[in-house]
């Protein structure tokens, strides 16, 4: 069992990350390839589809551009700085970073669900949940500030004192597990897995418009903390994809910019600095009395 506590070095956590990243991005490029040729054979592909396709990898583009030029340093200085303050020093090891990968799977589920229940979070996250298509590409559909803040819900784990670059390896692996989730291809698992770990299934519910899916299933790698927290729902009926007010565009520059664009116009016109706030930080149903949400997925499918 000596293979379990084995030290990893840095330099082996940073080319495992280079490694997972390149493999996993190839590997779905052939997937979707594939899932792109079952639709073709189901006479479901159409241009609409192809084209979000395309848009979902230009949203992609304009992410990392965002995240390389305004998060990567904060980042790094944010973790290294939190690891002089560290009350314990873990060693990474295999053991170690399988403790990482279930912390940091708790992390992003309650930084995801953040994500869907604080207006100004979801005004950049809701353009993942843009398309009115399911297919591995969704999972490349990312808006401009959602990298930040996955900083505050990992900074715990550094501060408990995991290795700052372990942590990035293990959310990595959360985040990459979802790559193979986007699918209509896969239905329903075996029920030990479907009860344990987030599946096709549940992120389709995820992605769901339909009234009794909203906001649910926000695990990434499990779905217990669903289940644990009282978010989770099964697939029952026909998934329905998109948000309250359909964008109705796949061009790139709209679906990447239509989140932050819906809440400045909100917030501009709502009236007073207490409601105006209260559109930034409560969820995005929250209207003043009298009036609509401003953004949802659909309260019923169209």
């Not at 096709?200 to 009234?211: F, L, M, T, W």
């Amino acid at each position: 069992m000596d293979f379990l506590t084995t030290p990893f070095t840095e330099m082996q956590l940073f080319a495992w990350e280079q490694w997972v990243n390149d493999w996993v991005f190839l590997l779905a490029l052939v997937l979707l390839a594939l899932e792109l040729l079952r639709y073709a054979v189901l006479g479901k592909l159409s241009w609409n589809l192809l084209g979000d396709t395309a848009t979902n990898f230009a949203t992609f583009a304009m992410y990392l551009a965002v995240s390389y030029f305004l998060f990567a340093a904060l980042y790094l200085g944010a973790f290294f700085t939190a690891q002089q303050f560290a009350l314990f020093e873990i060693e990474s090891s295999l053991l170690t970073l399988l403790l990482c990968i279930v912390l940091a799977d708790l992390a992003y589920y309650w930084e995801h669900r953040f994500s869907h229940r604080v207006g100004f979070a979801w005004a950049t996250h809701s353009v993942h949940h843009s398309s009115t298509h399911f297919n591995l590409s969704v999972a490349n559909r990312f808006g401009p500030l959602d990298d930040l803040w996955a900083i505050l819900f990992h900074l715990p784990l550094v501060l408990v004192g995991f290795d700052p670059l372990l942590v990035f390896f293990a959310a990595l692996l959360v985040l990459q597990y979802q790559t193979f989730l986007h699918t209509e291809a896969v239905g329903k698992l075996p029920r030990p897995i479907e009860w344990i770990f987030n599946t096709p299934s549940h992120h389709r519910v995820h992605h769901g418009a339909n009234p009794q899916y909203l906001d649910k299933n926000y695990g990434g790698l499990f779905i217990v903390w669903d289940r644990l927290f009282g978010s989770f729902a099964e697939e029952q009926e026909k998934v329905s994809y998109g948000l309250v007010r359909p964008i109705n565009s796949i061009n790139p520059l709209v679906v990447f910019g239509h989140g932050l664009y819906r809440l400045a116009k909100s917030v501009a016109t709502t009236a007073g600095l207490a409601d105006k706030l209260r559109r930034l930080v409560l969820p995005p149903d929250w209207e003043p009395e009298g009036k609509q949400a401003w953004d949802r997925k659909r309260t019923s499918p169209s």
